[in-house]
C-alpha cells in the first residue's frame, strides 16, 4: 500500500511535545541535542517545558515544530529499520514543508534549521496585514471576493491587497491581506453564504504579497545554503506538482512565502500517485483531520508521540 509522509506547520506545537522520545530513542535524544546545539540556546527545554508564550512565537515555533517532526522520524527509522516502508511523496504545511525537504533528502537537518530559524524570524519581524479563516465557502467564491475587493482598493496601496492564503479543506480557507481588505473581504463573505469567518491570531499577512520583504530575505538565506535534488519527490505548497530538482526546491522555499498553500489539491496529486495510506508526523493532529474531509477513504496514522511510534509495528504494511 503506497504511502506519503506528511508534515503540520505553525500552529501545531504544544508544550511537551518531544519529551517522551528523548527517554525511549537514542536516535531522537540525538536530533535534539543537534538542534540546541545548531542554534545555540535550549530549543529543548522550551518544547518540553515552555512557557507556551515563548514556544508560540514565530521565530522558536518554526524550529520546534522542525525538530519534534524529525525527532518522531528518527524514532520510527531507528525502532523500525528496514520494517518502515518508505513513502512515494513527502509533503509540509507551510513550515511543514522544510521537514518533508529532510525527509525527501533535499536538506539536512541543521541546514532545515538554520532556514527555519531565519524564515521565523523573517516573518516575525512583519507586522503588516491580517488572516481570517473562511468556513463552509467555495473556493470560487472567495477568489472572486479577493478580486472585488482588491480591484476596489487598489488605488490605496497599503490597504488594495486580499488573496486566498490557505486552500486547507473544501470547508477551510484562510484569507490574508491587509487590514481594512480583510475585514471587507470577511464581510461580504458572510453575506455570501459563509458559515463562520474567524479573526486568526496573527502578526502579519502571512502567504500573501505583503511578504515580499520576507520572501527576499529566503531568496539570500537559500542562496548560501546546501541543496541536494530529493530522492523523494515533494509535492509543493505553491503548486501541488512533485519536485525532484535542487533548483526547483530553492525556488519553492522562496515562492511559498508570498504564495498561498494549496493543501487541497497537494492531497488530491497524492491521491492520483497512488497514495493510499498518509501518515502525519508531528505534534497534533491538523493535517489528518483535513486530509479526511479531502480524500475521505484513505487510511491515516498519525504519529505524534513514541507510543505511536510503537504503535506502527503492529501495522501493515509498515
Same mark, same amino acid.
Given at each position: 500500500?503506497?504511502?506519503?509522509?506528511?508534515?503540520?506547520?505553525?500552529?501545531?506545537?504544544?508544550?511537551?511535545?518531544?519529551?517522551?522520545?528523548?527517554?525511549?530513542?537514542?536516535?531522537?535524544?540525538?536530533?535534539?541535542?543537534?538542534?540546541?546545539?545548531?542554534?545555540?540556546?535550549?530549543?529543548?527545554?522550551?518544547?518540553?517545558?515552555?512557557?507556551?508564550?515563548?514556544?508560540?512565537?514565530?521565530?522558536?515555533?518554526?524550529?520546534?515544530?522542525?525538530?519534534?517532526?524529525?525527532?518522531?522520524?528518527?524514532?520510527?527509522?531507528?525502532?523500525?529499520?528496514?520494517?518502515?516502508?518508505?513513502?512515494?511523496?513527502?509533503?509540509?504545511?507551510?513550515?511543514?514543508?522544510?521537514?518533508?525537504?529532510?525527509?525527501?533528502?533535499?536538506?539536512?537537518?541543521?541546514?532545515?534549521?538554520?532556514?527555519?530559524?531565519?524564515? $521565523?524570524?523573517?516573518? %516575525?519581524? *512583519? +507586522?503588516?496585514?491580517?488572516?481570517?479563516?473562511? #468556513?463552509? &465557502?467555495? =473556493?470560487?467564491?472567495?477568489?472572486?471576493?479577493?478580486?472585488?475587493?482588491?480591484?476596489?482598493?487598489?488605488?490605496?496601496?497599503?490597504?488594495?491587497?486580499?488573496?486566498?492564503?490557505?486552500?486547507?479543506?473544501?470547508?477551510?480557507?484562510?484569507?490574508?491581506?491587509?487590514?481594512?481588505?480583510?475585514?471587507?473581504?470577511?464581510?461580504?463573505?458572510?453575506?455570501?453564504?459563509?458559515?463562520?469567518?474567524?479573526?486568526?491570531?496573527?502578526?502579519?499577512?502571512?502567504?500573501?504579497?505583503?511578504?515580499?520583504?520576507?520572501?527576499? $530575505?529566503?531568496?539570500? %538565506?537559500? *542562496? +548560501?545554503?546546501?541543496?541536494?535534488?530529493?530522492? #523523494?519527490? &515533494?509535492? =509543493?505548497?505553491?503548486?501541488?506538482?512533485?519536485?525532484?530538482?535542487?533548483?526547483?526546491?530553492?525556488?519553492?522555499?522562496?515562492?511559498?512565502?508570498?504564495?498561498?498553500?494549496?493543501?487541497?489539491?497537494?492531497?488530491?496529486?497524492?491521491?492520483?500517485?497512488?497514495?493510499?495510506?498518509?501518515?502525519?508526523?508531528?505534534?497534533?493532529?491538523?493535517?489528518?483531520?483535513?486530509?479526511?474531509?479531502?480524500?475521505?477513504?484513505?487510511?491515516?496514522?498519525?504519529?505524534?508521540?513514541?507510543?505511536?511510534?510503537?504503535?506502527?509495528?503492529?501495522?501493515?504494511?509498515?
Amino acid at each position: 500500500m503506497s504511502i506519503a509522509w506528511v508534515f503540520p506547520g505553525q500552529g501545531s506545537q504544544v508544550v511537551g511535545m518531544g519529551r517522551d522520545l528523548i527517554a525511549a530513542s537514542p536516535a531522537a535524544r540525538q536530533i535534539f541535542a543537534t538542534a540546541d546545539e545548531t542554534l545555540d540556546f535550549n530549543l529543548s527545554e522550551l518544547c518540553f517545558c515552555g512557557p507556551e508564550a515563548d514556544l508560540t512565537a514565530t521565530a522558536n515555533a518554526q524550529p520546534a515544530l522542525l525538530t519534534t517532526s524529525m525527532a518522531l522520524l528518527a524514532a520510527m527509522t531507528e525502532l523500525l529499520g528496514d520494517r518502515l516502508e518508505q513513502p512515494i511523496a513527502v509533503a509540509g504545511h507551510s513550515l511543514g514543508e522544510y521537514s518533508a525537504l529532510v525527509a525527501g533528502g533535499a536538506l539536512d537537518f541543521k541546514t532545515a534549521l538554520q532556514l527555519v530559524r531565519r524564515r $521565523g524570524e523573517l516573518m %516575525a519581524a *512583519a +507586522h503588516e496585514g491580517s488572516m481570517a479563516a473562511v #468556513i463552509g &465557502l467555495d =473556493a470560487a467564491i472567495l477568489e472572486q471576493i479577493c478580486q472585488e475587493v482588491s480591484a476596489a482598493l487598489q488605488n490605496d496601496h497599503s490597504h488594495g491587497t486580499v488573496v486566498i492564503a490557505n486552500y486547507n479543506a473544501p470547508d477551510q480557507l484562510v484569507i490574508s491581506g491587509s487590514v481594512v481588505a480583510v475585514e471587507h473581504a470577511s464581510m461580504l463573505a458572510k453575506s455570501r453564504g459563509a458559515k463562520r469567518v474567524i479573526p486568526l491570531k496573527v502578526s502579519a499577512a502571512f502567504h500573501s504579497p505583503l511578504m515580499i520583504e520576507a520572501a527576499e $530575505g529566503m531568496a539570500q %538565506a537559500i *542562496a +548560501h545554503a546546501t541543496v541536494r535534488n530529493l530522492s #523523494i519527490p &515533494l509535492i =509543493a505548497n505553491v503548486t501541488a506538482e512533485p519536485l525532484y530538482d535542487a533548483d526547483d526546491v530553492r525556488r519553492e522555499i522562496v515562492a511559498q512565502v508570498v504564495a498561498p498553500v494549496r493543501w487541497i489539491a497537494s492531497v488530491q496529486r497524492m491521491v492520483d500517485l497512488g497514495v493510499e495510506t498518509f501518515i502525519e508526523i508531528g505534534p497534533g493532529k491538523v493535517l489528518t483531520g483535513l486530509i479526511r474531509r479531502i480524500a475521505p477513504t484513505a487510511r491515516l496514522i498519525n504519529v505524534a508521540t513514541f507510543e505511536d511510534v510503537r504503535a506502527l509495528t503492529a501495522m501493515q504494511p509498515v
